[in-house]
């Protein structure tokens, strides 16, 4: 090897290590936040104990049926943080590729380790609760209404698009991105097609990794998604209102099934050129931070005569976050741009109403207004 070469082969090293080593640091990160959950959790409780302890007396004594609600919240985070620990128990071993196995394990987080575990951020907690309410909506019959509305338009179309008299739907590869928790990518391989979830998330990861591969049956455990509401309840009991999950047994999978879940950056994982019969997105395009790299991914990915099925809004999650870019184009021209790719569209719907994760108790609601489309790659490629 000449020096120029040696030398090239040191750099690729050096970025290799440092890759790996950065992705080691964001591994270990969000294992700390789900881990630093109880501490951070009793933090924001302790603070509003602390106050309403030093309220007039007969203050306290008007809001004593208050002061117990605060003790049943105590409860439900201490249950919500067993299952966590559960979640996070042999994460190390989730990737067959990948070794992380010098990170602490479960069974040695000893009262002295949880001590010195390390702040998390608030970003970083918020999606640790939002990952627990991702199992309402993907895990529970609590979200049998929500998965209805996003879902079920999709897998209609999907089998509407491959009916079983015309295809051996264990030939039809379907490709779902941003896959969360991995319901819907799992009812499509229920259905009987060959079905690949996709996920960049470590939360989402972590959480469908336990509920997929540890979860064998149903209604096993129990969760708290709404003790973090302290706001906008009607009832006490709405804020300690449990859900029940698994609603259905994910393991129960015909035994010819083909299903699995693939971590990474969607950009990055998917570059074979028309690899897929089928990408359903669902909530999905809005996390991009350049929305036309997705599109351009979709089209070159989807086989020609393929369908893209797409069902969300358009909340583009990194506007206005710091240090991150983002463009934020409206449908109409995010419409545009696919059809100048050379999609065809061959069905939309506007205004269709949907929410996500929605707290079915609470005073305040979210609901998106959701666009649904159907596209198809022509089976001749045409000029663009």
């Given at each position: 090897?000449?020096?120029?070469a ?10 290799k ?9 964001h591994?270990?990160r ?9 501490t ?20 306290q ?10 003790e ?41 380790a ?48 491959f ?15 941003g ?32 509920v997929?591969n540890k ?38 999978l ?15 994982v998917?570059?074979e ?8 997105t ?9 929305i ?6 979709i ?9 893209w ?32 790719l ?43």
């Open positions: 090897m000449d020096g120029n040696a030398k090239d082969a040191r750099e690729t090293s050096g970025m290590s440092d890759d790996e080593a950065q992705e080691k640091e591994f270990n969000i294992i700390n936040a789900f881990r630093y959950y109880k951070h959790s009793m933090q924001r409780l302790n603070k509003t104990e602390t106050y309403l302890h030093n309220l007039p007396k007969h203050h004594v008007l809001l004593s049926k208050y002061s117990h609600q605060l049943n919240v105590r409860v439900a985070i201490e249950h919500n943080y067993e299952i966590i620990k559960l979640i996070v128990k042999d994460v190390t071993k989730m990737f067959e590729n990948v070794d992380h196995s010098d990170v602490e394990n479960n069974e040695q987080l000893t009262k002295a949880a001590a010195a575990l390390t702040k998390a951020s608030n970003v970083d907690m918020e999606k640790v609760q939002s990952t627990l309410k991702q199992f309402v909506r993907d895990w529970s019959e609590e979200g049998a209404e929500e998965r209805k509305a996003c879902y079920e338009p999709i897998l209609e179309e999907i089998e509407r698009r009916p079983l008299d015309e295809h051996d739907r264990r030939s039809i590869n379907v490709l779902v991105p896959a969360g928790l991995g319901r819907l990518a799992h009812e499509i391989a229920r259905r009987g097609f060959t079905c690949q979830g996709n996920e960049f998330s470590l939360f989402m990861l972590f959480a469908s990794n336990f997929l979860c064998h049956e149903v209604n096993l455990y129990r969760l708290y998604p709404w003790v973090h509401h302290y706001c906008n309840n009607v009832h006490s009991q709405d804020q300690v209102r449990y859900i029940l999950f698994p609603d259905v047994d994910p393991s129960e015909s035994p010819d099934s083909q299903f699995s879940i693939a971590a990474g950056d969607f950009l990055q998917y570059t050129s028309d690899a897929w019969d089928c990408i359903a669902c909530f999905f395009l809005d996390t991009a931070n350049n036309v790299s997705y599109l351009e991914t089209w070159k990915i989807l086989k020609p005569g393929g369908y099925i797409n069902l969300g809004p358009l909340l583009y999650h990194f506007a206005d976050i710091p240090n991150e870019n983002s463009i934020e184009p409206c449908y109409e021209d995010v419409k545009g741009i696919v059809k100048k050379g999609f065809v569209l061959i069905k939309e719907v506007l205004n269709v109403p949907t929410t996500y994760s929605q707290n079915p108790f609470s005073m305040l609601r979210y609901e998106y207004r959701s666009v649904f489309f159907v596209c198809q790659k022509p089976n001749v490629h045409t000029s663009r």
